[in-house]
């Protein structure tokens, strides 16, 4: 038995592993290259990498380090111009990733609720299947047969979101 879960488990594994990896060769090079900088840009690397920089642009623009002319006196605004240009940048690829990863959620979300719809389908069948082996066999059930004639319908998902749209909203 333990066997068997083992390779239904593999083989849900290899699929969403193909499912994944089918998604990322979708990305066009844009997002690609949106990815790949936004993934160093939130390193430790490129914190480190910050910290020297604006390090040095201090000590040189402050005239702290002798034989160094000064550039960019004090307000320093090519700095600003630069940090600022950075910040537009960055955010414009975390957005461009943000997007790509939202759609691919969106897509997981369909798939999940199409997976959840056909279990609910089977489970009604299986349900029926039961209720009609218990009469045939004339097995007592403890559950009501009113009960059981309620889950063995099947849900309508239409009414069932109507419901959850009546629920008080944060």
């Not at 083992?6 to 990305?27: C, F, H, V």
């Not at 798939?111 to 069948?125: H, P, S």
């Amino acid at each position: 038995m333990e066997r068997r879960e083992s390779q239904a488990m593999d083989e849900n594994i290899g699929t969403i592993k193909i499912w994944e990896e089918a998604a990322l060769k979708k990305r066009s090079p844009a997002e690609q290259i949106s990815e790949t900088i936004t993934r160093i840009a939130g390193g430790g690397g490129m914190l480190v990498a910050h910290v020297v920089w604006f390090g040095a642009w201090l000590a040189i623009n402050t005239g702290s380090i002798p034989g160094i002319e000064v550039f960019d006196k004090f307000p320093f605004p090519l700095l600003t111009t630069l940090v600022s240009l950075e910040a537009i940048f960055l955010s414009l690829f975390v957005l461009a990733s943000q997007n790509r990863m939202t759609r691919h959620s969106d897509q997981r979300s369909q798939l999940d609720l199409q997976v959840n719809l056909l279990a609910e389908k089977e489970m009604t069948a299986v349900l029926v299947l039961l209720q009609d082996i218990a009469k045939h066999m004339h097995v007592k059930v403890s559950l009501t047969p009113d009960y059981v004639r309620d889950l063995a319908k099947q849900t309508d998902i239409h009414k069932l979101t109507q419901r959850l749209e009546e629920l008080p909203k944060d």
